[in-house]
């Protein structure tokens, strides 16, 4: 019978031991800086506030700026390259703006920039100073929302901060830079960032196409795509006829039309039968064929977002508005808060609304017998197709008139 071997320890020289000893130790001294180092660079939570939406999901929140006592009306805003205030709020607070040579680009036009410099927001417990805002007239988004717009918060803002948009509570959280935790259930986009956030994303309908977009939360649409592009890519049904419409933005109003995509892919999410606007780019705001248009807040509001502008993450959670049907109502009907009145500011040609009698300047009384005058709960009523609905209205000549209208579908 053979002796069993017995094994011992192996017995290191004792320098070797020593050196081993010391590279172990080092290893647990640098996991432990490391460690302290993620946590001292942990981003910090350091304001809470709470939004408003507007239609189309665009969000309003209410700051302040420092040495002014006013609290004022800001559109977050993806889309804007810096940060800016309304030109009648200067006034109305007495706030002398300097002319500069640079120039400003929106849907509606080009404007040349003014300045306030050097003021800060106060938002909620968070103030942030030394801010450059520029200054434009905000008149016609004070009147598409009926309800003062003082300003709009973009990328100089973003860019100092790690941002939580919760729709699910209708909350904003600000947090500094550094490291933070993304929840579970979610995707990580990785759009270019050069003032505005660029992300990729895929269109279908008689056939497929993949193309680059702005991330613009300050949209009230879901998508808007340049004309050329469509004329480009061939991507729409020629058998199907687009509508004409409106859009407001920056300079004002101007002409598009309206159509559905059969899908819309956006990372791993997909969106069928999407509502589109369709415009001639006249001032390449969407520097095309670098971009195809914009993705607008009727789409992004679907899901509790993190703005990572240092890391270029931007990290997308579907919320329970995920599922929430479309608007593919259409009446042709234009609805503007106008000097205490909701007045009628367009009427397409041959919509449901110049078919029902509407006119320019009619004043908008009530809808089904409500007469609130809630503009944003009026525009909710014309949103249900197939419904009819009757709208009274006041007219120069001192008539009442009671109109019928039928709000079609675009679809």
Request: charged residues 20%; proline residues 4%; positive net charge.
């Amino acid at each position: 019978m053979k002796a069993a071997k017995l094994r011992y320890p192996v017995c290191l020289h004792p320098a070797v031991h020593k050196i081993l000893c010391g590279f172990f130790l080092a290893l647990v001294s640098f996991g432990g800086i490391r460690a302290q180092k993620q946590i001292n660079n942990r981003a910090q939570l350091l304001t809470q506030v709470p939004f408003t939406t507007f239609t189309g999901g665009v969000v309003v929140v209410r700051a302040q700026l420092a040495g002014y006592p006013d609290t004022l009306n800001f559109i977050m805003d993806t889309g804007s390259g810096g940060i800016s205030l309304d030109s009648t709020t200067c006034i109305r607070m007495k706030i002398t703006p300097v002319l500069t040579d640079k120039m400003i680009m929106g849907v509606g036009g080009i404007r040349q920039l003014r300045y306030v410099n050097n003021l800060s927001l106060i938002m909620g417990n968070l103030r942030t100073d030394s801010l450059n805002f520029h200054v434009s007239d905000y008149d016609i988004l004070s009147s598409v929302y009926g309800d003062r717009i003082d300003g709009i918060i973009g990328y100089s803002f973003y860019s100092r901060y790690i941002l939580k948009i919760d729709y699910d509570s209708n909350q904003i959280y600000v947090y500094s830079k550094g490291n933070i935790k993304y929840p579970k259930g979610g995707f990580m986009l990785k759009p270019a960032v050069i003032n505005l956030p660029v992300q990729g994303a895929m269109l279908r309908d008689i056939r497929v196409v993949d193309a680059r977009f702005y991330f613009d939360t300050g949209a009230g649409l879901c998508l808007l795509l340049n004309s050329d592009f469509i004329r480009d890519s061939s991507i729409l049904n020629p058998e199907k006829k687009p509508l004409p419409a409106q859009a407001q933005g920056l300079g004002g109003k101007a002409n598009m039309q309206v159509t559905t995509l059969k899908e819309f892919k956006l990372g791993p999410y997909r969106f069928h039968n999407i509502p589109t606007y369709i415009f001639d780019d006249e001032y390449n705001i969407t520097s095309y064929p670098y971009l195809a248009g914009l993705i607008g807040n009727d789409v992004l509001r679907r899901f509790n977002i993190i703005l990572n502008y240092e890391k270029r993450i931007f990290y997308l959670t579907p919320n329970t508005h995920f599922r929430d049907p479309f608007d593919y109502s259409y009446t042709g009907l234009g609805l503007y808060w106008i000097e205490g009145q909701i007045r009628v500011g367009d009427v397409m040609k041959d919509s449901p609304a110049e078919k029902a009698g509407f006119k320019v300047d009619d004043i908008v009384l009530g809808i089904n017998n409500n007469l609130s005058q809630n503009l944003q709960l009026y525009k909710s009523m014309l949103q249900n197709t197939g419904d009819r609905v009757k709208v009274l209205v006041s007219r120069s000549d001192t008539s009442r008139v009671e109109l019928s209208l039928k709000v079609k579908s675009i679809l």
